[in-house]
T-cell receptor, first 114, second 116 residues
């Protein structure tokens, strides 16, 4: 069965520092992978998605993620953190063509320190 | 344009009462999804509607949970005889179509349900 693991429920970085949020998936077939962000009191917003095209995916707000099949990973990065990046981030996987069911990770809350 | 809206934003109820949660999808979106987000956990799929097809109810945790959607419009999620373990944020999402797992789901802000 497919699953998603997000390492670190809370991550703190200094403003201007590299952001790295980890996501590992388990899937028997090539997956579709997603990163969503949830700002306080708001719904989830899609940051980026991988759909078997380029392995390096660029998203909104300067975020990007790289699909690494050998490591079954899809880590989210941003070169320089901004205060406005403070939010909760969710990784999700869908590995069945034609399915609409995403499996979500438990989320990582990012804190940006001034 | 308008996004997915949900009401109420917060609901506090007593154990054993019924509650009804509402979702207004983005206009024109044929697919609608309900998820549950318990504290400290990821999103849990509950139910899916696609146009006039029979809904996929495989994620509903018990027969106390039900949902309806008329055509491609509003959906309501009903929880009967609420229990404390039903306390969670209930999220609704919609997408233009559901195709191969690549279609983007747009989420509403959620309804926070607290069962006392």
């Amino acid at each position: 069965a497919q699953s998603v693991t997000q390492l670190g429920s809370h991550v703190s970085v200094s403003e201007g520092a590299l952001v790295l949020l980890r996501c590992n998936y388990s899937s028997s077939v090539p997956p579709y992978l997603f990163w969503y962000v949830q700002y306080p009191n708001q719904g989830l917003q899609l940051l980026l998605k991988y759909t078997s095209a380029a392995t390096l995916v660029k998203g909104i707000n300067g975020f990007e993620a790289e699909f690494k099949k050998s490591e079954t990973s899809f880590h989210l990065t941003k070169p320089s953190a901004h205060m406005s990046d403070a939010a909760e981030y969710f990784c999700a996987v869908s590995d069945q063509p034609g399915t609409y069911k995403y499996i979500f990770g438990t989320g990582t809350r990012l804190k940006v320190l001034a | 344009g308008a996004g997915v809206s949900q009401s109420p934003s917060n609901k506090v109820t007593e154990k054993g009462k019924d509650v009804e949660l509402r979702c207004d999808p983005i206009s024109g979106h044929t697919a609608l999804y309900w998820y549950r987000q318990r504290l400290g956990q990821g999103l849990e799929f509950l139910i899916y509607f696609q146009g006039n097809s029979a809904p996929d109810k495989s994620g509903l945790p018990s027969d106390r949970f039900s949902a309806e959607r008329t055509g491609e419009s509003v959906s309501t999620l009903t929880i009967q005889r609420t229990q404390q373990e039903d306390s969670a944020v209930y999220l609704c999402a919609s997408s233009l179509i559901a195709s191969g797992g690549t279609d983007t789901q747009y989420f509403g802000p959620g309804t926070r349900l607290t069962v006392l």
